[in-house]
């Protein structure tokens, strides 16, 4: 069976060169979509730019995926075969690119109006495109930020001729973040790079971030979720005496020992278990939070080059582990 399912799963991943977009979500999109807007979606410029869709008649809800700093849709392949072989329909996984894509190192990167814009325009077209009541979203890194931005709307931080509508929150389920810098990056107690600018950057009390946070619990309806790791150093665990990846109403999942990377793709099973809950009754262990994880202020991004010095990370697998991953639950 598990063989049936990564021969299916690998059968989707070479359709198209560029994308993954199912044939069927695509003859939607031409059907009702500008050329120019199902170029942005597709984004054929990239190695994996876009994927999801398929003629689907059950009733799993639609999730959408939105990646981090420095990937691109495709960078997700282990979560969506995760997902897949843990039953997850894959018709119903849907992710975009926003960004330039794979890159080894770019820190001259911001959460500017027009990457929420895409994420946003996307929800709503996977939403209209399934005919969906709800759908839940997973954010990872830098994109969980620019995800919550999307679903909360109002008027764009860099641009405020920009309004993005009223908030998506009745449209959305469940929400996960995975190694979000939600609070910020602990990389950037200063705001060098446009990474860590004081407007749309992951400085702790960026305008963008601020406003975010002020607002609550309009992430989704039914239960927000936050998984981080203790030995993240590029989000870092605590970032301005905060833990970085929390935000207001989010039940948090502590994994131990994972890095940044392993938590966003090797923590796929514990996502979808997330998405599975059916019931506000959760248990768990709360054990002592460790010290303030710090790095050294010679260069704070030498980890972050050692974790992504490699290009085209979706196109080398890395060995699969087969042992659950270590997490403590926080409330």
């Excluded at 500008?34 to 008649?57: H, K, M, P, W």
């Amino acid at each position: 069976m598990k063989l049936l399912i990564f021969l299916m799963f690998l059968n989707f991943e070479m359709v198209n060169c560029g994308h993954n977009i199912a044939p069927d979500f695509m003859n939607w999109m031409n059907a009702h979509l500008s050329a120019q807007e199902v170029a942005n979606i597709v984004r054929d410029d990239l190695t994996t730019g876009s994927f999801g869709g398929g003629i689907y008649t059950g009733t799993v809800r639609p999730a959408i995926f939105v990646h981090g700093l420095n990937n691109q849709a495709g960078d997700l392949w282990q979560v969506r075969r995760d997902f897949v072989a843990d039953g997850f329909p894959i018709q119903r996984g849907f992710a975009t690119s926003w960004g330039r894509g794979t890159e080894s190192l770019n820190l001259d990167v911001k959460m500017q109006c027009a990457f929420v814009q895409h994420i946003r325009r996307f929800m709503e077209i996977v939403i209209e495109y399934t005919n969906a009541t709800q759908i839940d979203v997973l954010g990872y890194s830098m994109g969980s930020p620019i995800a919550r931005k999307a679903i909360l709307g109002g008027k764009c931080i860099d641009n405020s001729t920009v309004d993005l509508g009223a908030p998506l929150t009745s449209k959305i389920h469940t929400y996960v973040s995975i190694a979000g810098a939600n609070q910020g990056s602990q990389l950037c107690f200063l705001p060098w790079f446009d990474v860590c600018n004081l407007d749309t950057g992951l400085t702790c009390f960026s305008k963008f971030l601020k406003e975010i946070n002020t607002q609550q619990n309009y992430e989704s309806t039914f239960r927000s979720f936050n998984i981080a790791s203790t030995s993240d150093v590029m989000v870092g665990y605590f970032a301005c005496g905060k833990k970085a990846s929390a935000f207001t109403g989010a039940v948090e999942y502590k994994l131990n020992g994972k890095s940044h990377t392993e938590t966003e793709f090797e923590t796929g099973s514990l996502q979808l278990s997330l998405l599975r809950q059916n019931s506000t009754s959760f248990s768990g262990v709360s054990r002592r939070i460790p010290k303030k994880l710090m790095l050294s202020r010679k260069n704070p991004f030498n980890e972050i080059k050692k974790s992504m010095g490699k290009t085209g990370r979706e196109e080398k697998m890395p060995p699969s582990s087969t042992s659950a991953p270590e997490f403590e639950f926080q409330n």
